[in-house]
């Protein structure tokens, strides 16, 4: 594989340097080079905590425009608040907490929420992040005139100040690390993790940035995965809102979300509650709604009535470039997507094979032939001969799906083979419906994660169609879609009233939806144990997982893919 991708400075200078960012920089390179470089930012507790700290004080004071800050002159007991400074000089950019009128000069103040550091005596000290910080600030208002004769900051949960030396030699370090900082910034090359650091349990980045789970990619076979946490986002909780009558509205009002139905309200919940929003068929989206969903970043996906995924409503990439310019280099290569493809096939058809051992009694024959077609794959040289093996794996498995399904007495799930566009029976039905969501969830996820979703290494580029999606999802197949057809039909759920059967094809009706619905959820939060990493985490999870890890593939910072597979 080639040598890792370096993002282009080009002809822009770079813009100035914001002091928080230069605190991420202390406190982890790795998380300042996420934050300013790629804009990628992740909330946690403790960033929104941090933000509900500092309302006190963001909101600026009023100055005179007459006059320059450096004749302003506090007076004892007077303050300034939320005062926004630039340096050319320096490159720097930044925001003061809080400057107070004392006898001798001003005090500068910055806040913070947690508790400062304890030393070997057990005395309060402030942290070096949050030093480097104040320091920095500092700078900035020397530069434009203000003497500061104290610095501190205050820390939250401790309700007191702690001192901050400004001396010449603490500025001299901060201005080297200005430059350390913008220098590694224009490098164009991300910094590896921090390696078994405390501080990584308390970073918001840490279920973007992956510090142990990116070493052992990196690595995989001089170590073993030892990895304490699972990356879980702290908003990883959430409602999925279902929309699927002809006619309905989604509406905001008052940070709520009202669903009505010919004017009447249907469903009402708050707007921070919905994680994601499925409409299906002729479902009316507001502006309004659509500038709210837009702005936390809750996908919004519509469907067809018939169960079609049609489109996504979501922002821009919040990552740079790195890795879609790494994807476009790698995936024109034939023998890096024969290497990718291998491994998700081998995955699929493992996956495949462990639905049937747990679900029928399949024949010893069968079994072998799927092993030894899914350990064949490490030999295939061409794309096209995986495909062909991959579909020799497909139709051995689904002749055997059909000894999964139970019948009934009222409605007999016959199933002899996979079809579609349209499906012609019930089973197919589920199926298709079942792929399409997952397409839909790997199309966002991918987007999310910084990849571009319409090019794989299996399925070809063609308008409209998300190939690296369809590619990732295929060892997913098995596991989520298949399973929750399963489930739908051996459980009861759903009989022959639920499908709309037609010349046109079977498809499911809005209460064979609304079951489906149910199912596909409760599989998505079903958790699962990581093959590698053996921590556990919804399905949902799993499949971002699998995401970041192709998007370190192709940043050049591991040098394959491994497929997720199940016991």
């Known amino acids: 594989m080639d040598a890792d991708l370096k993002t282009n400075v080009g002809m822009e200078p770079q813009p100035p340097l914001p002091i928080r960012s230069l605190h991420n920089y202390i406190y982890c390179p790795r998380l300042f080079y996420y934050q300013w470089v790629e804009n990628i930012f992740q909330e946690n507790a403790d960033t929104i905590e941090g933000s509900h700290i500092h309302r006190g004080v963001d909101q600026p004071s009023r100055l005179d425009d007459s006059k320059e800050l450096k004749d302003l002159n506090l007076p004892e007991g007077a303050n300034i608040r939320s005062l926004r400074l630039k340096s050319e000089k320096l490159g720097l950019v930044g925001v003061v907490d809080i400057i107070e009128g004392a006898p001798d000069g001003s005090v500068l103040v910055d806040y913070k929420k947690g508790s400062a550091r304890r030393d070997e005596q057990g005395d309060r000290v402030v942290k070096d992040p949050d030093a480097m910080q104040v320091v920095a600030q500092a700078l900035l208002l020397r530069e434009h005139g203000i003497s500061i004769k104290e610095a501190f900051v205050y820390y939250a949960a401790d309700k007191r100040r702690v001192s901050v030396d400004i001396s010449p030699e603490r500025e001299e370090e901060c201005i080297a690390k200005i430059a350390e900082a913008k220098a590694m910034a224009a490098s164009g090359i991300c910094p590896p993790p921090l390696k078994d650091d405390p501080r990584c349990l308390y970073c918001s980045a840490y279920p973007v940035c992956l510090p142990g789970e990116s070493g052992y990619w990196q690595h995989p076979e001089d170590q073993t995965a030892d990895i304490k946490r699972a990356p879980r986002p702290e908003n990883d909780e959430g409602e999925v809102l279902v929309v699927q009558v002809p006619g309905a509205q989604v509406g905001l009002q008052g940070g709520q979300i009202n669903v009505t139905v010919k004017g009447e309200t249907v469903r009402k919940l708050p707007s921070r509650q919905v994680r994601a929003v499925y409409l299906y068929g002729a479902v009316q989206l507001t502006a309004q709604a659509a500038q709210d969903f837009l702005e936390r970043d809750v996908d919004v996906s519509f469907f067809a009535p018939s169960g079609r995924f049609l489109g996504l409503l979501r922002g ?106 349209p499906p012609r029976d019930a089973v197919n039905a589920i199926l298709s419906l079942g792929y399409s969501m997952l397409c839909k969830e790997l199309t966002g996820i991918c987007h999310a994660v910084g990849l571009d979703p319409f090019l794989g290494v299996m399925h070809q580029p063609r308008y409209g169609r998300p190939a690296l999606a369809l590619d990732i999802m295929e060892e997913f197949r098995p596991l989520i879609a298949d399973s929750v057809a399963v489930s739908l039909i051996n459980r009861g759920e759903v009989n022959k009233s639920d499908f709309l059967i037609s010349a046109a094809g079977v498809f499911l009706n809005e209460n064979g939806r609304r079951a489906f619905w149910e199912a596909y959820s409760r599989r998505m939060d079903t958790e699962v144990s990581h093959p590698q990493f053996e921590y556990k985490m919804p399905y949902r999870r799993m499949l971002e997982v699998q995401a970041r890890q192709m998007w370190r593939f192709v940043r050049g910072e591991a040098p394959g893919y491994i497929g997720f597979t199940t016991r």
């Open 316 to 421: 821009l990439p919040v990552s740079g470039i790195d890795a879609r310019r790494g994807q476009y280099r790698l995936f024109e290569q034939p023998n890096v997507c024969l290497q990718i493809a291998r491994e998700m096939i081998r995955a699929k058809i493992h996956n495949q094979r462990v639905m049937l051992m747990r679900n029928s009694e399949p024949s010893e024959r069968v079994l072998t032939q799927m092993a030894d077609l899914r350990d064949k794959t490490a030999e295939i040289n061409t794309v096209q001969n995986l495909l062909g093996l991959e579909g020799m794996a497909a139709a051995l498995y689904f002749e055997n799906f059909g000894g999964i399904l139970k019948s009934k007495e009222d409605f007999v799930f016959d199933f002899s083979s996979r079809n579609r566009r």
